[in-house]
């Protein structure tokens, strides 16, 4: 199975909450529809479907902060834009692309099975 990128997590992630977005998820190792021949890889052919296992477990047990898991629910589950969920959460939308960032990546990261390296913790530190 491959690594998870924040691209692909930022692509799963409206399935964590509405079951039917999997239908709009295409699988890019399945032939497409319009090739009656086409072959699937059967070595690769049920990884969208571990990928749609992993991101609801993900979701479920990665260590989030309610700023960063309440972004993530306005963005993926309810496509609120930045300034909307700026709006309701008293925060500029700067703060809100911020902690959608590090949302994806710890989520990333607990995927990989690898800790989360967070450079703006870095900067913090320092200033």
Known sequence: MSGYDRRLIEHLLPAVWDVEAAYGIRNPQAPDADMPKGTVDKKAAGILFAHL????????????????????FL?????????????RDGVTDRAVRYRLERGVGKIASHLNGMDYVDSYDQMEAAA
């Not at 963005?75 to 969920?85: A, H, Q």
Request: hydrophobic share 45%.
């Open 53 to 72: 296992a992993d991101i609801r477990q993900a979701w479920r047990m990665c260590e989030l902060s309610l700023g960063e898991r309440r972004a993530l």
């Open 75 to 87: 963005r993926y589950c309810l496509d609120w834009p930045d300034s909307l969920i700026a709006a």
